[in-house]
């Protein structure tokens, strides 16, 4: 039982390796093209970094894609899931790719839930802004500085 076990333990931390190997590969070929684009170079510290902090985002990402799931009394994530996952992730949206996701701009509420909203862990935390659009936030920072000189 003991052997079964290590040999499981193994076999996810061997199957963990090779997602991170292919994560570090991917970001280190995005660096590339930016380093080309941008002319200018990222060092292997800041490759090895950011694919690390993307790796245990996409960790994050994926435990809460189950718990909203699970919340739903689903064995299946589905678009729903994910939509819930970008309403709550900062990182994840600006306004028009919300609403897109089916949230209403105002309030950046689902626009259907499964559950009452008084009982609802996901609604309950009631309307709040969405957070600024950075697309949308960069040439205006570009214009006020050129505005400045």
Request: hydrophobic fraction near 30%; proline fraction near 7%; include cysteine.
């Amino acid at each position: 039982m003991e052997e079964e076990a290590e040999t499981e333990e193994q076999q996810r931390f061997s199957y963990q390796q090779r997602l991170k190997a292919a994560v570090h590969y991917t970001v280190g070929c995005l660096c590339e093209e930016v380093a080309l684009d941008k002319e200018m170079q990222f060092s292997k510290q800041t490759i090895a970094a950011i694919s690390e902090l993307t790796f245990r985002q996409c960790e994050n990402f994926a435990k809460d894609l189950e718990t909203f799931a699970r919340h739903a009394k689903r064995t299946t994530i589905n678009t729903e899931d994910v939509k819930l996952l970008a309403r709550r992730s900062n990182s994840l949206g600006c306004q028009e790719g919300r609403a897109a996701a089916g949230f209403e701009r105002s309030s950046c509420q689902p626009t259907r839930c499964c559950c009452p909203p008084a009982s609802c862990c996901c609604c309950s935390l009631g309307p709040r802004p969405p957070p600024p659009c950075p697309w949308r936030a960069a040439p205006l920072a570009q214009t006020a500085r050129k505005q400045q000189e």
